[in-house]
């Protein structure tokens, strides 16, 4: 195990609902990335943080926002939600923010969005 | 623009065959660096290797082997004698420096069915 933990680990929501993931890194840790994976597909990245501060962003919509705690936790925010979100939400750190080594990815949430 | 590919889908082998992943990047950068990720059914992704770009030497872990090889930008993964346990999808990812955040570009995934 990788140390990151993640949740809730599935949940449904309707289409314009908003919905929160939670995201504790591993311990050390500063960076949390926020990762999208489709159904067959590779995860897409959605944004990264550093020290509380946004350092990255892939391309997503302004409704997709985050937050980083003092602590290196991260919240993942998608307000107005649509169907094509439904998607498995990975979560990963790593010490650094600036730097390209491996990432350590949680379990995921599987959102579902009807 | 950085891209990587992995053309196979999907892969079936009996338990005990060799087989290999393969994996095609693009980058423009000359310093990057490339993974392979297993993903288990529970959907965690789990880190398998790293290899930054002037490293070309190849890497034996086991059954797990790396061949990487700049001049046709491939980074291909063999497992030897294969298990029902390597039942997973694994994912190529690039990292370089030319994106803000570092982040990761990943293929499409390959589906490795091992058949006991």
């Known amino acids: 195990e990788t140390g990151v933990t993640q949740s809730p680990t599935h949940l449904i929501k309707t289409r314009g609902q908003q919905v929160t993931l939670r995201c504790s890194s591993q311990?050390?840790?500063?960076?949390v990335s926020w990762y999208q994976q489709a159904l067959g597909q590779g995860p897409q990245f959605i944004f990264q943080?550093?020290?509380?501060?946004?350092?990255g962003r892939g391309n997503f919509p302004p409704r997709f926002s985050g937050l980083q705690f003092p602590n290196y936790s991260s919240e993942l925010n998608v307000n107005a939600l649509e169907l094509d979100d439904s998607a498995l939400y990975l979560c990963?750190?790593?010490?650094?923010?600036?730097?390209?080594?491996?990432?350590?990815f949680g379990e995921g949430s599987r959102l579902t969005v009807l | 623009a950085q891209k990587v590919t992995q053309a196979q889908t999907e892969i079936s082998v009996v338990e005990k065959e060799d087989v290999t992943l393969d994996c095609v990047y693009e980058t423009r950068d000359t310093t990057y660096y490339l993974f392979w990720y297993k993903q288990p059914p529970s959907g965690e992704l789990v880190f398998l290797i790293r290899r930054n770009s002037f490293d070309e030497q190849n890497e034996i872990s086991g059954r797990y082997s790396w061949n990487f090889q700049k001049s046709t930008s491939s980074f291909n993964f063999t497992i030897t004698a294969s298990q029902v346990v390597d039942s997973a999808v694994y994912f190529c990812a690039l990292s370089d420096r030319s994106n803000t955040g570092n982040q990761f570009y990943f293929g499409t995934g390959t589906s490795l069915t091992v058949i006991p």
């Open positions: 311990s050390g840790h500063n960076t």
């Open positions: 990963a750190s790593r010490l650094g923010g600036l730097g390209t080594g491996e990432l350590f």
């Open positions: 943080y550093y020290r509380e501060e946004e350092n």
